[in-house]
């Protein structure tokens, strides 16, 4: 089991080049993660001050884009040095929590050409990236849709850094069909996605063609996933991080380094129909916090069985002791030494780690269930 032991933390890898929306989605995911799951108390919250000032810097750049009504989607600072997300994630029973790490990174790293003097940084966030339990691989949707046809569309694969994202899938991969009794779990979330689903304010739903382009696109990296790990579920779920936005123009801009163009989108923001500020307003990020919190909890409820079973055995082993019959000069030894008594005692200390463990097992079942009834929302597809 690479489930952790107390005080050890399961891990999130998130793979993707710079501007992809890497720290957009972490942040996303903890917002939506203090208020979802109502029914289950499954909640998940920051973990350290650190982690707790990054989304707060990254929340008041939102709030600021509301209150001058100047959506621009381009316009967060990147990450200058890779950052460690602490959360917990609290199971919702029995006070039973976990944590969680997210590693956060300068996307550049990913790109050979882009990391010089800084592979010693690189080497690190790729070992924690395969050595993740769960690998979220962002995508841009506004590229991959608004390329389509387009002279300059073989960039992509040097824009979207899809070799590299292979060869550290095949890592994820190769790591996780080492621990192939867990299940594994990969999830490509495509972003930017507001011009192409009809269902946070956009007009026209395009969702059949994003897929088929992220198909098309990340083909070698799923394939990469399914041969080294078969086990694995990669699941798809597109993500409007901001929402009230419409894609209105891309450009391709020449690289001064004389490297390939830079793709620049455009985007307008929607007007609510009551005359209103827009709002912030994700869509589909319940979906990958509902998809990590059955993992994670599957993962912990194993983990306990294999515990609470272990627990039990030796309760009855220790039970067998106390009234095994050895002849009855033994047993009248065993009597009188206190041999027996000790069995007893021991019998009964493990029989209650046992029970202990088995509430917190079928408490954990129980929160597998509520969050299975959830269910994923309709944006959701499983590769
Ligand atoms: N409209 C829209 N914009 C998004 C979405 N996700 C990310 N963005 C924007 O894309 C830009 C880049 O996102 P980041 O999260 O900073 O990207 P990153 O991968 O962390 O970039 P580096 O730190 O350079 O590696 C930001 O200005 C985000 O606001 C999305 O779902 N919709
Ligand atoms: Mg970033």
């Known amino acids: 089991m690479t489930a952790p032991a107390e005080g050890t933390s399961l891990r999130i890898g998130i793979i993707g080049p710079t501007r992809i929306g890497k720290t957009t989605l972490v942040n996303t995911l903890l917002r939506a993660g203090e208020t979802a799951f109502e029914q289950t108390d499954v909640r998940m ?21 509301r209150l001058s009504k100047q959506f621009n989607p381009g316009a967060l600072r990147g990450t200058d ?15 039973l929590s976990m944590r969680l790490d997210a590693m956060d990174y300068p996307g550049g790293l990913v790109n050979p050409a882009h990391r010089l ?33 387009d002279e300059n569309r073989h960039h992509l694969p040097a824009i979207l850094t899809t070799p590299e994202i292979e060869d550290v899938a095949r890592d994820w991969a190769r790591n996780r069909h080492q621990h192939r009794h867990e299940p594994a779990l990969a999830i490509v979330c495509p972003v930017r996605t507001e011009s192409y689903f009809a269902d946070n304010g956009g007009r026209r739903d395009r969702s059949d063609e994003l897929l088929e382009h992220v198909r ?23 993500v409007d991080t901001v929402g009230p936005v419409e894609f209105l123009s891309a450009r391709w801009l020449p690289d001064v380094a004389g490297g390939h163009p830079h793709f620049s989108a455009k985007y307008r923001v929607r007007r609510r129909p009551d005359g209103h500020p827009p709002e912030i307003s994700t869509a589909g990020i319940d979906d990958v916090l509902v998809l990590l919190a059955r993992h994670l909890i599957d993962l912990r409820h194993r ?79 499983e590769l």
């Open 216 to 238: 098309e696109v990340y083909r070698d990296v799923l394939k990469v996933i399914r041969a080294e790990a078969p086990a694995t579920r990669i699941h798809y779920c597109p």
């Open 117 to 149: 003097g800084r592979e010693a940084e690189w080497e690190e966030c790729r070992a924690f990236i395969a050595n993740s339990t769960v690998l979220v691989v962002p995508a841009d949707a506004a590229m991959l849709m608004e390329t389509a046809g």
């Open 45 to 65: 919250r920051w973990a350290d001050h650190m982690t707790e000032r990054k989304i707060l810097e990254q929340r008041a750049e939102l709030e600021g884009w």
């Open 303 to 381: 983990e306990l069985d294999v515990t609470a079973r272990h627990h039990r055995t030796s309760a009855n082993d220790w039970a067998a002791q106390a009234v095994q019959d050895l002849g009855a000069m033994r047993n009248v030894w065993n009597t009188v030494s206190g041999k027996r008594r000790k069995a007893r005692r021991m019998a009964e200390a493990k029989r209650l780690e046992a029970v202990s463990a088995e509430e917190q097992v079928s408490g954990l079942a129980g929160q597998l269930l509520r969050l299975a009834e959830l269910g994923l929302g309709p944006r959701h597809r």
């Open 81 to 95: 040095d890779a950052f460690v997300f602490r959360f917990v994630l609290e199971t919702g029973f029995g006070g």
